[in-house]
């Protein structure tokens, strides 16, 4: 089963990138959701502080954006999915 991360934009950064690294160390995949422009500066940066923690042990990771409705609230909105992928360095 693939993971998913949601974020706000009162996300730890710090608490997600763990997350982000510990997940990506055990899988070849995780999902990234996001709302709005804040949940998304605290992904990348999140993203960025991960893959800085995972580059040591060998390991890259690459993302990409996608769409996806969802409901909060009774009401549908469009999040941001960020789906990141494992690569190994060699």
């Known amino acids: 089963m693939i993971e998913l991360i949601k974020v706000s ?7 997600v990138a763990g997350s982000i ?10 999902y990234i959701q996001v ?3 804040g949940s998304l500066n605290q992904a990348i940066k999140a993203l960025a502080i991960a893959r800085g923690y995972l580059t040591p042990s060998g390991i890259d ?3 990409y954006p996608s769409f996806k409705e ?20 060699k």
């Open 35 to 37: 709302v709005g422009a």
């Open 61 to 63: 990771i690459y993302m």
């Open 70 to 89: 969802v409901t909060i609230e009774k009401t549908v909105k469009t999040a941001i999915r960020i789906v990141v992928e494992k690569k190994v360095m």
């Open 9 to 15: 934009k009162n996300s730890n950064v710090n608490a």
């Open 21 to 30: 690294a510990n997940i990506m160390r055990e899988q070849e995949r995780l």
